[in-house]
């Protein structure tokens, strides 16, 4: 199987099956006579295990990791599970922090006005001094005034 063969079989970018080769992530392919790389089955495999790895967003040492415990076949799960809650940990603390940041926007857009006006609390908020701009930006949006019609 050649590189953009291999590339349709995994759903890595040729890019991406160059960059992992040339870090050491995955063992370069074969190549023929004619400096063409050729894919064999189980490179196939290795590669859709990193594919899989990526999209559940290890990063590339911790796919490094996983790679050399799933081709160790004497690896303790023990060592599997905790590189996998680890990951999850980290997620978490992500996903964490992308709630902090949704809630901080919802609350800027909620109390700008959306019109013709110069002031804007999304703008202030952004431009707090406040080393934790979410706090920051509920703490200092003023509070929305109706105008009578």
Not at 15 to 27: A, D, N, S
Not at 84 to 109: F, G, P, S
Not at 133 to 149: E, I, L, N, Q, V
Request: include cysteine; glycine fraction near 6%.
């Amino acid at each position: 199987m050649n590189i953009g063969d291999a590339s349709k079989a995994t759903g890595i970018s040729v890019k991406m099956l160059r960059y992992y080769e040339e870090i050491g992530l995955v063992r370069p392919a074969l190549r023929a006579y004619s400096g063409y790389r050729v894919y064999s089955e189980q490179n196939i495999a290795t590669l859709r295990f990193v594919r899989r790895a990526r999209d559940l967003g290890f990063q590339v040492k911790q796919i490094a990791s996983l790679l050399d415990l799933w081709q160790n076949g004497s690896r303790a799960s023990a060592d599997v599970k905790s590189l996998a809650l680890a990951h999850v940990r980290e997620l978490e603390e992500r996903r964490r922090q992308l709630d902090e940041m949704i809630a901080t926007l919802e609350h800027l857009a909620h109390h700008c006005h959306g019109d013709d006006r110069p002031d804007c609390p999304i703008l202030q908020g952004l431009s707090a001094d406040d080393p934790h701009p979410s706090r920051a930006a509920r703490r200092k949006a003023p509070r929305p005034t109706f105008a009578a019609p």
